[in-house]
């Protein structure tokens, strides 16, 4: 088998056995003597039975666990992938090298890494390894979370504090108060996350040299164990550069929702979501 054909054979792993659950394709690409290693798991998984043992626990455990990946690496016989993984824990005990932990509600997301061999078609091994300790803290696990010490409601005025006085004043000096140094802000709007202190205060600048009287209205918000949403609304008049668009002197409205996601009392990420293609039609220069 080319590289290509065993990268194609990871992207069925990951997406068919591994995010979607299907057992028929985890008969069809698992070899007999199969081994799967993760240090979560206190023993080995081995062969298509063994294995359809941890498949089926994970999705009991967590009814929408994923695993997406975000980068290849192939070789040979060999197919190296980076991944992001989640799920929340509504199900079923998960079987850990930390014992039997029970549903709590809680949700995670962790990197991870799996090192893969395939032979004749078939995965012959996966080793991986994961942020088990992010995922500890994130489901409570570990006695000292971080997560256990969140506040709910001092993380609510938090982000209060980012939509009122920062985004809509300008006050750039907050940013070091309220969010972690590796903070990370995601917009389908930028083509990477926008990381650390620096960066975000450059994109504040942006934004309000776009829209000098820019303001930030929260219409709805919850709040519950490290994590705040938020749905919002903007009103500003368009007078620089923007996302490319050249300065209209148009008044714009947009709407969208953010999910924060906090440690120790700071935001470490923030998933934002909003009408851009309602956004990108209001730049529009008017008609004559």
């Not at 290509?4 to 299907?22: C, L, S």
């Not at 008969?27 to 298509?48: M, Q, S």
């Not at 809680?106 to 090192?115: A, L, M, P, Q, Y």
């Not at 009392?265 to 909003?274: L, P």
Request: proline share 7%; hydrophobic share 40%.
């Amino acid at each position: 088998m080319s590289a290509v054909q065993n990268k194609y054979i990871a992207m069925r792993y990951f997406k068919e056995i591994m995010t979607d659950g299907n057992l028929a394709t985890l008969y069809e690409l698992i070899a007999p003597d199969f081994v799967f290693t993760l240090p979560t798991h206190p023993e080995p998984y081995r062969g298509p039975d063994g294995f359809k043992e941890l498949v089926t626990m994970l999705h009991s455990c967590f009814p929408d666990f994923y695993i997406h990946p975000q980068d290849m690496v192939a070789f040979e016989d060999t197919v190296v992938t980076r991944w992001l993984g989640g799920g929340t824990h509504l199900g079923a005990a998960i079987h850990t090298v930390a014992g039997d932990i029970p549903p709590s509600g809680r949700t995670f997301e962790i990197d991870g890494i799996s090192w893969q061999r395939m032979a004749n078609g078939k995965i012959v091994e996966t080793h991986g390894n994961e942020d088990t300790v992010g995922m500890f803290n994130q489901l409570g696990i570990l006695p000292t979370s971080p997560l256990l010490a969140e506040n709910p409601e001092q993380n609510l005025k938090t982000t209060h504090i980012y939509f009122n006085e920062i985004m809509s004043q300008g006050k750039l000096e907050l940013i070091e108060e309220i969010m972690t140094p590796d903070f990370q802000f995601i917009i389908p709007t930028q083509p990477a996350p926008i990381a650390g202190y620096d960066n975000m205060k450059g994109f504040v600048t942006y934004l309000r040299t776009a829209f000098p009287d820019i303001t930030f209205t929260v219409e709805r918000e919850i709040a519950g164990d490290n994590k705040v949403a938020s749905r919002w609304r903007i009103k500003g008049t368009h007078k620089g550069e923007f996302l490319g668009m050249p300065a209209t002197g148009n008044i714009v409205e947009d709407y969208g929702i953010d999910i924060f996601t906090f440690e120790q009392g700071k935001i470490k990420t923030m998933h934002v979501n909003e009408n851009d293609f309602g956004l990108f039609q209001q730049l529009q220069p008017k008609s004559a």
